[in-house]
Structures are given as structure tokens and as C-alpha cells.
């Protein structure tokens, strides 16, 4: 298992790829899976603003590409550390991976905010749901 630190600081390392010429808020997370490997992404913003993705979008993306389905924890960080917390958008495609317990840190300041999926998504949209 990585050391929380060190998510922390992969998902600050990765806003600097981050394109932002619109908003200029630079997002940075870090996903990690659950046999130890993490994956990064960064927001990636769009002129048309709909089409722009959200940097848990692009880790756990990537993470979903090389095959992985089981996650054990992400750090979000933005440039501001103003602990941002994933979007509402962003809690649905964890929630379709991760379970209420998921833990969830966003980057604030000096300081590390730390939640549950749950906490952030109370009655996600599920499979089961969908019965």
C-alpha cells in the first residue's frame, strides 16, 4: 500500500499536465488500486465546457483501461488546496467501482479532509437500483 503522503503529492505533481486555459483551476487525483498501483489524471477542460473531463475521470479511467476494478482509496488535490471533493459526477463513477467505505482525501491546505464514498453519496445509483 502506497503511504497516504505519497498520493497526496502524485495528484499535485499531475495538475502541472492539467489544461485549464479556461478556468485556470488545475485538479489533480490519484486512484489507487488495490493490489498497491496508482494512477493519476488531471482535468483536461474543453472550450465547449460539457465535453471537458474531471481528473478522477481520467485516474480511474486509466486504471480501467489497464484492467483494474478494484480501488482502495483516491486523494483529490486542486492548486488552491481548497480540499475540493470530487463532483457529484465524479461520485457516481467511483460508486460504479467502490462501496460506500471508499475512502476519499482531498487536499486542503496543509491539512487532509477525509470522507467515505457513503458520506459524499448517500443512495448512489447501482446496479441494484436499476432492478
Same mark, same amino acid.
Given at each position: ?17 492539467? +489544461?485549464? %486555459? ?5 485538479v489533480?487525483?490519484?486512484? @489507487? ?8 489524471? !488531471? ?10 473531463? +474531471? *481528473? ?6 486509466? *486504471?480501467?483501461? =489497464?484492467? +483494474?476494478? =478494484? ?9 488552491r488546496?481548497?480540499?475540493?471533493? %470530487? ?5 457516481? $463513477?467511483?460508486?460504479?467501482? !467502490?462501496?460506500? @467505505?471508499?475512502?476519499?482525501? !482531498? ?6 479532509? *477525509?470522507? $467515505?464514498l457513503?458520506?459524499? /453519496?448517500? *443512495?448512489?445509483?447501482? @446496479?441494484?437500483? /436499476?432492478?
Amino acid at each position: 500500500m502506497t503511504d497516504r503522503q505519497d498520493l497526496i503529492e502524485a495528484a499535485r505533481e499531475i495538475q502541472t499536465e492539467a +489544461h485549464v %486555459p479556461y478556468s485556470e483551476y488545475r485538479v489533480g487525483a490519484a486512484i @489507487e488500486t488495490e493490489d498497491g498501483e496508482v494512477y493519476t489524471g !488531471c482535468n483536461i477542460e474543453n472550450a465547449n465546457y460539457s465535453n471537458s473531463l +474531471h *481528473a478522477e475521470e481520467v485516474a480511474i479511467g486509466k *486504471a480501467i483501461a =489497464d484492467g +483494474h476494478r =478494484d480501488f482502495s482509496r483516491i486523494v483529490v488535490s486542486s492548486s488552491r488546496r481548497d480540499g475540493v471533493t %470530487p463532483c457529484g459526477m465524479c461520485r457516481q $463513477t467511483l460508486a460504479e467501482f !467502490c462501496g460506500e @467505505e471508499f475512502p476519499v482525501f !482531498c487536499d486542503a491546505d496543509g491539512e487532509v479532509e *477525509a470522507y $467515505t464514498l457513503g458520506e459524499l /453519496l448517500p *443512495a448512489a445509483i447501482s @446496479e441494484e437500483t /436499476l432492478e
